[in-house]
């Protein structure tokens, strides 16, 4: 098996085992589970105003941090943390634990410098 493979696989069982957990917990999922799950790629949307788009799936380099901090797992843990500490319900982050682990999944990782994306 390649290391993109395994990488591959790796995410896909979190992913599905995201949304297990999503699932277990269906009764308390509300708006913001879904628009977590689908917010991650607003940056997207917001990209052309932070630059032309170079085309061929390429990000204007000024919209990669921005790509990369809401498509990492460290935000998704810091705000956990923070809901953990206040005693707040944690669920709606499973959405957004879902989209970056089914984006890797999917072969979409994070950006490079240039826009395109990074080598894994």
Not at 41 to 70: E, I, T
Not at 80 to 106: C, E, F, K, N
């Amino acid at each position: 098996m390649t290391p993109r493979a395994i990488h591959v696989a790796e995410y896909a069982i979190l992913a599905l085992l995201l949304a297990v957990a999503a699932w277990t917990v269906r009764d308390q999922i509300g708006i913001a589970f879904w628009l977590l799950l689908i917010g991650p790629d607003l940056a997207l949307v917001v990209a052309p105003a932070l630059g032309r788009m170079p085309g061929r799936g390429l990000l204007p380099p000024r919209a990669v941090p921005l790509y990369n901090a809401f498509h990492s797992f460290v935000p998704v843990l810091l705000v956990w943390g923070v809901l953990v500490y206040l005693g707040a319900d944690q669920t709606p982050l499973l959405g957004w634990a879902i989209h970056i682990s089914a984006d890797r999944a999917l072969g979409f990782g994070l950006r490079g410098p240039d826009g395109g994306q990074a080598l894994i």
